[in-house]
């Protein structure tokens, strides 16, 4: 098992700036995969950026230029730095932990932009 706990998020104006931790802990495997997603109201899941344990980055369209993530191998984090924010960034946004066939999911932290 896997525990994922975020925080982070919070109310900003459009054009500012956010970031987003998560601590993992539990049975944590060497290679594995940990990302960001979000949800907004109405709508589905949606992927925001994953980074494995190697380095590779994968991120959405609509979030590249303006969001990074980064993680600490020794310390089992991800982080995700947002700028630029825009309205339609707001959601849920949760930190997700992957490997082999195990996903696991945080509980999940609010983003708010106001236009």
């Known amino acids: 098992q896997v525990q994922l706990v975020e925080s982070g998020g919070g109310l900003v104006q459009a054009g500012g700036s956010l970031r987003l931790s998560c601590v993992a802990s539990?049975?944590?495997?060497?290679?594995?995969?940990m990302g960001w997603y979000r949800q907004a109201p109405g709508k589905q899941r949606e992927l925001v950026a994953t980074l494995t344990s190697g380095g590779s980055s994968n991120y959405a369209d609509s979030v590249k230029g303006r969001f990074t993530i980064s993680r600490d191998n020794a310390k089992n984090t991800v982080a995700l730095q947002m700028n630029s924010l825009k309205p339609e960034d707001t959601g849920v946004y949760y930190c997700?932990?992957?490997?082999?066939?195990?996903?696991?999911w945080g509980q999940g932290t609010q983003v708010t932009v106001s236009s």
């Open positions: 997700n932990f992957r490997w082999a066939l195990y996903d696991y």
């Open positions: 539990g049975s944590i495997v060497r290679n594995n995969v």
